[in-house]
């Protein structure tokens, strides 16, 4: 008899892990991920959500990742990088150009007139560069992937088909190497972020902003300016860097199996799926904006040229401000140069 109960406690000790719930058998996972820009933006909608997906269908539905788009958890868009660091947010979309001379190696890909027209190239470009060169700039998160977006245009109440149309022009800049070239080039540059643009251009603190097409439609930009000037071919006249950042100690207590998951879905191939994004719905952007008839601009080959010869001394400055902060700014410029050219 004693016999008989040890036999039927061992069957009912093996057979109790087939009884517990499915979360106790493999541990799942919510993150939340936290950004600036409503819910309808492309880039919330077109890229984080599928995104998000992706990795959820890659982990059999164990790693959940729940978006908080427009700030919902509270903050102001600067204070982003320091929620992912922090713990306030598990992942954070952000700009590094929102905290001006924080992440001073990335700006070389923000410097006038070195980036590609095309979001895909930008994003190879940022995501490689990253990998290479800023893992002590991003050390205080864990990078999920990084990216540059499409070329960015001068959307204005007024048109802009010279330089001489820019002189005085208050005109919102995101990263500080925007704002340096367009004082360069005769405008009074204000910055802030995206999300604070369509209120200043109501009340006339603005006069235009520099943004790529896809964010026109969350901000419903083309009602309030009907202007938007476009520069040909690359490289153009500017873009801006974001990142995926994630929360260091997050990353590091998820299952080994589950990081694993993550880390497929991160790097180039979040950065590929973002870039392809990007040159997509310029397409499908800039093509809204015709139809509703507002004044397409596209500046003259000679005119761009006169542009960027305004704009060398905001190169040639960073040049000189990475030698004083000790890392060698020409060998980053050289090389995001050739990683420009090699992907285009």
């Keep these: 008899m004693v016999q008989r109960r040890h036999l039927l406690g061992l069957a009912a000790g093996l057979a109790a892990p087939a009884l517990l719930p499915r979360g106790a058998r493999a541990e799942e996972v919510t993150l939340r991920l936290h950004h600036f820009l409503p819910a309808v933006s492309n880039v919330h ?38 929620q992912a660091r922090d713990g306030v947010a598990d992942i954070a979309w952000t700009l590094p150009g929102y905290t001006p001379g924080r992440f001073p190696r990335i700006e070389v890909l923000e410097l006038p007139f070195i980036a590609s027209r095309s979001g895909l190239v930008n994003a190879k470009v940022t995501q490689e560069f990253a990998q290479k060169h800023l893992a002590a700039e991003f050390g205080e998160v864990h990078p999920l992937c990084f990216w540059s977006h499409d070329g960015g245009l001068i959307h204005a109440r007024r048109p802009v088909r010279q330089l001489a149309d820019l002189q005085g022009m208050k005109l919102r800049f995101p990263t500080r190497q925007a704002g340096e070239a367009l004082r ?8 802030m972020p995206v999300p604070q643009v ?33 520069f040909p071919g690359s490289p153009t006249f500017y873009t801006a860097s974001n990142v995926l950042a994630m929360n260091k100690a997050k990353y590091q207590a998820l299952p080994a199996d589950l990081r694993a998951v993550l880390d497929a879905q991160s790097g180039e191939a979040a950065a590929s799926l973002v870039g392809a994004m990007l040159d997509e719905q310029g397409v499908t952007v800039s093509e809204m904006v015709r139809r509703r008839g507002n004044t397409m601009i596209e ?26 902060r000790g890392f060698d700014a020409a060998a980053l410029l050289n090389d995001a140069r050739a990683s420009f050219a090699r992907h285009a």
């Design 45 to 82: 909608r077109n890229f984080l959500l599928p995104w998000s997906r992706k990795v959820e269908e890659a982990s059999n539905g164990r790693l959940k990742i729940r978006i908080f788009p427009a700030m919902q958890l509270g903050g102001a868009p600067p204070q982003l990088f320091d």
């Design 198 to 230: 369509p209120e200043a251009l109501s009340q006339g603190v603005l006069d235009g902003t520099v943004l790529p097409w896809e964010v026109v439609p969350s901000l419903k930009l083309q009602e309030l300016v009907r202007n938007h000037t476009a």
């Design 299 to 324: 500046l003259a080959p000679e005119e761009v040229a006169r542009w960027r010869d305004a704009c060398r001394p905001v190169t040639e400055a960073w040049l000189a401000q990475g030698k004083d």
């Design 184 to 191: 360069a080039l005769g405008a009074a540059p204000v910055g």
